[in-house]
């Protein structure tokens, strides 16, 4: 297993090839709750009120400017769902899966 939440994101300018199906697929695996949709890693998170919708939000936008990669956010009363892709390869790249995992490890504090 590969723990992808303990890993650094690598700038992406292009240039590089995105992840085949096959591995995106094969890497969902060690993501809890992501499914793989129209080319994103997409995972809607759910809390119990607006005040820790936002927290999460707050702390998505924290681990965004660390990794500085930054996924699509919809923002609900008591939910949030987040999409990744790495648009300057317009497909998937480990960096997509080490932003989620960071994600996953928030929920369970």
Do not use: R
């Given at each position: 297993?590969?723990?992808?939440?303990?890993?650094?994101?690598?700038?992406?300018?292009?240039?590089?090839?995105?992840?085949?199906?096959?591995?995106?697929?094969?890497?969902?695996?060690?993501?809890?709750?992501?499914?793989?949709?129209?080319?994103?890693?997409?995972?809607?998170?759910?809390?119990?009120?607006?005040?820790?919708?936002?927290?999460?939000?707050?702390?998505?936008?924290?681990?965004?400017?660390?990794?500085?990669?930054?996924?699509?956010?919809?923002?609900?009363?008591?939910?949030?769902?987040?999409?990744?892709?790495?648009?300057?390869?317009?497909?998937?790249s480990e960096n997509d899966f080490i932003c989620a995992a960071k994600l996953n490890r928030i929920q369970e504090i």
């Open positions: 297993m590969m723990d992808f939440s303990k890993k650094k994101c690598i700038p992406c300018e292009g240039g590089v090839s995105p992840m085949k199906e096959e591995e995106v697929i094969k890497n969902l695996e060690e993501l809890i709750g992501w499914s793989y949709i129209d080319g994103y890693l997409v995972k809607q998170f759910d809390f119990k009120n607006y005040d820790e919708t936002l927290s999460f939000f707050n702390a998505t936008t924290w681990i965004s400017k660390i990794e500085d990669h930054h996924p699509d956010i919809l923002i609900k009363y008591d939910s949030c769902k987040i999409s990744y892709k790495t648009h300057a390869i317009n497909g998937i």
